[in-house]
């Protein structure tokens, strides 16, 4: 028989310290039981937020190119005329992200085992009870604030502090330093101290430039129309939501989403959009070559003012925390094969997004490689006779 006493006693410990959070755990997120219950239910579903497959047509990602500039031709496989239309598939929120063990977690019996989960997967979960228990002063701040005023800059900043790094396991996050308002503290004026820095990546010869925010091994794109005044006004009434304003910088936002996947080289890795109202979630895999795309989903509840929806915020939270949740590339999206053909597009420069790609040190800078120059023209050649 095994010795299950004596010189136990380290292992018994560590047994008794993760109970220890465990237990602390499970008793925060109770109190929110119904709630996520319900939020897990829809996301589970079609109805609420779903992903697509992307594929890149033409883009000039093989030539040095910020992300202000960056552009691409795509399509959604649920909408290419060349594939069949009972092959339109869509991607489930769960065929992703782990909602099952989330679920597991919520319905806890004694005979569920407490080692299922890890110790990230945990402090995330207190995050996401503690982000609840106090979301009624979260949206007291947020009723507060000339959130229409705020630039795009300063609203990233804003949802950075107060939503962002509070659902993240790791809140290490860092506002790019050319973000504009020059503040070390949030936008708000509550003084909590911004980390501000270098967010560019990429390489100089290709796509490369900064993202908003990275929110440790997340990027975070804050995509809003800097010309408020007119679009604001016709939203004020009702906060009425736009869809489409995504759709704009999409371009850019596939181009960050890309790059940002490459430098990270840990498969499938998603690149978070946020308008003033809205968000969408953007993943690829340089492995496997497939970008999903997810729909565009509401911040708030309808006509309740600056009310986050939920089932937003727990989507928003896994996708924060994907590298504890996400389950990667199916083996039945590979063999359905909507690949974005990046590598295929991008041709000779692809070693250059397989190997060369940095973070930091990769602004907006001036490139000599391969610059476009017009010719001189001007009285310098004969004409054609008329
Ligand atoms: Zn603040």
């Known amino acids: 028989m095994a010795d299950l006493g004596g010189a136990g006693e380290p292992p018994n410990k560590k047994i008794r310290i993760e109970r220890t959070l465990f237990n602390r755990v499970r008793t925060l997120v109770n109190s929110h039981k119904n709630v996520l219950s319900n939020a897990i239910k829809k996301l589970s ?5 779903t992903f697509c ?3 890149i047509l033409n883009c000039n990602g093989a030539y040095p190119c910020s ?8 399509i959604r496989n649920i909408q290419d005329p060349t594939v069949d239309e009972c092959e339109r598939f869509i991607v489930k929120f769960p065929s992703i992200f782990n909602i099952a063990l989330v679920k597991q977690f919520l319905d806890f019996s ?7 989960f890890s110790d990230n997967q945990l402090t995330a979960l207190q995050r996401l009870a503690v982000f609840l228990d106090t979301l009624h002063e979260t949206n007291t701040i947020m009723e507060k604030q000339p ?4 630039k795009e800059s300063g609203w990233a900043a804003f949802l950075g502090t107060h939503v962002l790094s509070k659902l993240a396991v790791s809140n290490q996050m860092t506002i790019d330093c050319g973000y504009t308002d020059k503040t070390t503290t949030c936008p708000c004026g509550c003084m909590t101290p911004i980390h501000v820095g270098d967010n560019s990546m990429g390489h100089e010869a290709v796509w490369h430039g900064s993202v908003d925010i990275l929110l440790g091994p997340v990027a975070i794109v804050s995509s809003c129309p800097e010309t408020l005044s007119e679009v604001d006004e016709e939203r004020s009434s009702a906060f009425e939501m736009k869809i489409g304003e995504i759709e704009e910088s999409r371009n850019q936002v596939i181009a960050e989403t890309i790059v940002f996947s490459f430098t990270q080289k840990s498969g499938l890795v998603p690149t978070i959009c946020v308008t003033r109202d809205n968000m969408k979630i953007l993943m690829y895999d340089p492995e496997f070559d497939l970008l999903y795309e997810s729909s565009e989903i509401q911040l708030f509840e309808p006509l309740e003012g600056l009310k986050f929806n939920l089932t937003t915020v ?9 590298s504890h949740f996400c389950t990667g590339v199916k083996p039945s999206h ?3 094969g909507y690949t974005a053909d990046f590598k295929r597009i ?15 040190g990769c602004k907006h800078v001036k490139s000599t490689i391969g610059k476009y120059k017009a010719p001189e023209n001007i009285g310098k050649f004969p004409s054609l006779d008329d």
Do not use: H
Request: glycine share 4%.
């Open 45 to 49: 579903t079609d109805q609420w937020v």
């Open 53 to 55: 497959f992307v594929r």
């Open 67 to 74: 992300f202000s500039r960056a552009w691409c031709e795509t």
């Open 110 to 116: 004694d005979e569920t085992d407490d080692s299922t």
């Open 147 to 150: 959130i229409k005023s705020f």
């Open 314 to 322: 727990v989507a928003l939270w896994l996708a924060i925390n994907y």
């Open 334 to 336: 590979e063999k359905f």
């Open 346 to 360: 991008v041709e000779k420069a692809f070693p250059i997004y397989n190997e060369g790609m940095k973070m930091g």
